[in-house]
């Protein structure tokens, strides 16, 4: 198994910023991908960002430009840094890891809020 444990999030302005942080554990070798999803009330949890271990990023349409998503493989931590931020941007964000075998694994989850 693996651990996620998230931080970061909060109350934002619209046009502010905010950075996310996810630091894996327990069995981070088994881990090829990971990112991060959201979930807004009354919708499904859809795709962000994700990081192979090789590096190859893969961002939602909606937020490419202002989202970036780095990884450092030897601390086993992703990072989300969220520019301009818009009030459809809130949401529960959810870590993810995604091992070798397809499986993903999820984090805590926390609170992004963007006022207008």
């Known amino acids: 198994q693996v651990q996620l444990v998230q931080s970061g999030g909060g109350l934002v302005q619209a046009g502010g910023s905010l950075r996310l942080s996810c630091a894996a554990s327990g069995s981070t070798f088994r881990v090829n991908t990971m990112g991060w999803f959201r979930q807004a009330p009354g919708n499904q949890r859809d795709l962000v960002a994700t990081q192979s271990r090789g590096g190859a990023t893969n961002y939602a349409d909606t937020v490419k430009g202002r989202f970036t998503i780095s990884r450092d493989n030897a601390q086993n931590t992703v990072y989300l840094e969220m520019n301009n931020l818009k009030p459809e941007d809130t949401a529960v964000y959810y870590c993810?890891?995604?091992?070798?075998?397809?499986?993903?694994?999820w984090g805590q989850g926390t609170q992004v809020t963007v006022s207008s």
């Open positions: 993810s890891a995604q091992f070798w075998s397809g499986s993903y694994h």
